[in-house]
């Protein structure tokens, strides 16, 4: 494993802890193209372990009516927003009723409001408050718990995905269990779906996505699910029957923590991050929906693919606190079946991303990053 002592850790480790009012990022310069920018905010702490035990942020959620707007949540430290194409950040905004409840560990899931409404954020938790599954309604300011029953007493899971075409649905994986719940209603009721034996894995996080099929009544039901690393034990399995049955796709598996996918288009092509396939490591390729793969891109291990109507990128990383990973980033023109390169990443981005998001400023297409303990991260393409 690309793995060594973390310095920064050590030489950062003296940073005080976010305060307990909002506060709003200083004005930062604005990048070069095809630069990488550190837009972390000044005030939140990515070194010490705080009340939750502090990772940094693992996911980056834009708005899809307001593509200015993008959200992510700090362990320990709230949710935070950006109105500016995620140049500026200010936080914690969970400061209305309900909100002290996702200031954990966990992350953030985003689907579009009714018309001229906020959007609708979703949060689960691992650990500290947040633990369990939380909704928003206006905007990330207050926040409702809604008990997953299939849980039990354990209300430990990641962050739900959200159906492309009904903003209600949403699907969860549990915390380390061979659990994955689902809902119609937006969070408020949960029912258990069932799994094929060979997807049974104690201690392991599963990750599953909505495949987007150009259709509604076909997306609702057509989903990837991939295993944590378990040494292609278990790998990738699809169903598009709403999980009634399923296909083990490839031996593809995610690493620690993390998993994102990428769709460019309804055409049925999805890129998946290599991480113990059989097909070689880099970056999987489907031009049916997931239901074949076959291998594009420099073979080294991804976690994570990305992307804009011109480029594909993937990246490497995992949940390792205290860690300088190589963010291992490679990328190639669309359509992504050849002209994969490594690119440079600046130094102080000393582990990739566990989530990315693409926006469109009317002129350029922007990627916003979660690094875990690296904090934020800005591309302008």
């Known amino acids: 494993m690309r793995k060594i002592v973390n310095t920064l850790a050590v030489a950062l480790s003296a940073l005080p802890n976010l305060p307990s ?14 630069t990488w920018a550190d837009v972390t905010p000044s005030g939140v702490d990515l070194v010490n372990m705080l009340s939750c035990e502090n990772y940094g942020s693992i996911t980056m959620a834009a708005d899809p009516a307001r593509p200015s707007d993008l959200f992510t949540q700090f362990n320990c430290q709230g949710v935070w927003k950006s109105v500016d194409y995620g140049l500026t950040w200010s936080g914690p905004i969970n400061t209305g009723h309900g909100g002290t409840g996702v200031s954990g ?16 954020l979703y949060s689960a938790g691992i650990r500290g408050t ?4 939380w909704k928003s309604t206006d905007g990330g300011v207050s926040w409702t718990n809604y008990r997953v029953a299939p849980g039990g007493d354990y209300q430990g899971f990641y962050p739900p995905v959200v159906n492309p075409y009904d903003p209600n649905h949403l699907l969860m994986t549990g915390h380390q269990r061979s659990l994955i719940v689902q809902s119609f209603d937006g969070g408020r009721h949960w029912s258990e779906v069932a799994i094929a034996d060979g997807m049974k894995h104690i201690g392991g996080t599963g990750f599953i996505f909505f495949i987007d099929t150009g259709r509604a009544g076909t997306t609702t039901g057509t989903w990837i699910w991939t295993a944590e690393a378990t040494g292609r034990k278990i790998g990738t399995w699809r169903t598009s029957d709403r999980g009634r049955t399923w296909t083990k796709v490839d031996s593809n598996e995610h690493p620690h923590g993390q998993m994102q996918i990428y769709q460019p288009d309804k055409s049925g092509i999805v890129f998946m991050p290599g991480f113990h396939s ?13 239901e074949t793969w076959s291998s594009v891109g420099i073979a080294m291990d991804q976690a994570v693919v990305f992307g804009t109507p011109k480029r594909v990128y993937a990246m490497y990383a995992w949940a390792c606190g205290g860690c300088l990973l190589d963010p291992a980033l490679q990328s190639a023109p669309q359509p992504g079946l050849s ?7 600046p130094p102080a981005m000393a582990i990739g991303p566990a989530q990315a998001a693409t926006v469109f400023d009317g002129t350029n297409y922007i990627i916003l990053t979660a690094n875990w303990r690296a904090g934020l991260w800005r591309f302008v393409e």
């Open 105 to 120: 560990a966990g992350g953030l899931a985003i689907a579009r409001g009714p018309a001229g409404q906020p959007p609708i």
């Open 339 to 345: 002209g994969w390169a490594r690119m440079s990443t």
């Open 130 to 133: 947040g633990v369990g599954f």
């Open 278 to 290: 059989e097909l070689g490591t880099g970056v999987l390729r489907s031009t049916d929906y997931g």
């Open 21 to 34: 009012v909002a506060v709003a990022a200083e004005p930062a310069p604005v990048p070069a193209h095809g």
